[in-house]
C-alpha cells in the first residue's frame, strides 16, 4: 500500500507557483521521497527525489520538513503543460515504487 | 536516450483471447518493470526483472499473466484467456541497478477487452 497522502485535486493560475503537499507520517530513515507526475496518455515522469536535505532541479524544488513526516512539491512558475497527476512516493533504495492516486493539478490559464 | 517503448500502443480483444505486449527498456538499464493502471488509479506494479531474473510478482498477477526477459533486453507480457476486468493501461518501466534511480516509464499499452 502506499505510505503517502495527498489531496485529491488541485488548482493553480498560470505563471504562480503550485505548491503540492503529501503527508507521510510513517516514514522511516532509509525512506527517501519521491515525486513523478503523469500527463494525460503518457507513462509517469520522474521529477525529483530527496532524504532529508531539500532539493531542486531543472523541474521543482523538494522542501523535506525537519521531522520528515510531510514534504511539498513546488513548481515555481507553472505552465498549462504542467496540468498532469503528481504521485509523491516513499521507498527504500531497495524498494518497488508503489503509487497512490495522487493529485490532479490543474493549471488554469 | 530513445526512452522506454512499447508495442502495441493500443489493443482490442475479444474475450477468451490471448494478448502479448512487448516493451523495449532504455539499452543500458538492466531493471524492467510492468504495472497496469486503470481510470483514475494510480499505476499498481506486477513484477520486476534484473536481467532475465524475475525477482517479484505481485498476487495482483493471476497465473493467467505471465511475464519474460529471455536476453535481459526486451520483455515480453503475455494475458491468457482475456477477461473484461484485464481492460487497462500497461506500463513498462526500466531504471539503471543504483541505488536512486528513478524509473523511466514508456507510455504504455492500452488493452480493451471487448
Known amino acids: 500500500d502506499a505510505k503517502t497522502t495527498q489531496p485529491p485535486s488541485m488548482d493553480c493560475a498560470e505563471g504562480r507557483a503550485a505548491n503540492l503537499p503529501c503527508n507521510h507520517s510513517t516514514i522511516s530513515g532509509n525512506e527517501y521521497v519521491y515525486w513523478y507526475r503523469q500527463i494525460h496518455s503518457q507513462g509517469p515522469q520522474y521529477i525529483i527525489h530527496?532524504?532529508?536535505n531539500n532539493e531542486t532541479n531543472e523541474m521543482a524544488s523538494l522542501i523535506i520538513t525537519e521531522d520528515r513526516k510531510s514534504s511539498t512539491l513546488i513548481l515555481p512558475h507553472a505552465t498549462l503543460r504542467d496540468t498532469a497527476v503528481y504521485y509523491c512516493i516513499v521507498r527504500t533504495s531497495y524498494d518497488k515504487v508503489i503509487f497512490g492516486p495522487g493529485t490532479s493539478l490543474s493549471v488554469i490559464p | 536516450d530513445t526512452g522506454v517503448s512499447q508495442d502495441p500502443r493500443h489493443k482490442i480483444t475479444k474475450r477468451g483471447q490471448n494478448v502479448t505486449f512487448r516493451c523495449d527498456p532504455i539499452s543500458e538499464h538492466n531493471r524492467l518493470y510492468w504495472y497496469r493502471q486503470t481510470l483514475g488509479q494510480g499505476p499498481e506494479f506486477l513484477t520486476y526483472?534484473?536481467?532475465?531474473?524475475?525477482?517479484?510478482k505481485s498476487r495482483l498477477l493471476s497465473d493467467r499473466f505471465s511475464a519474460e526477459r529471455p536476453k535481459g533486453s526486451f520483455s515480453t507480457l503475455e494475458i491468457q484467456r482475456t477477461e473484461q476486468g484485464d481492460s487497462a493501461m500497461y506500463l513498462c518501466a526500466s531504471s539503471l541497478p543504483g541505488e536512486l534511480s528513478p524509473l523511466h516509464f514508456g507510455n504504455g499499452t492500452r488493452l480493451t477487452v471487448t
Open positions: 526483472f534484473q536481467n532475465e531474473a524475475q525477482l517479484e
Open positions: 530527496g532524504l532529508k
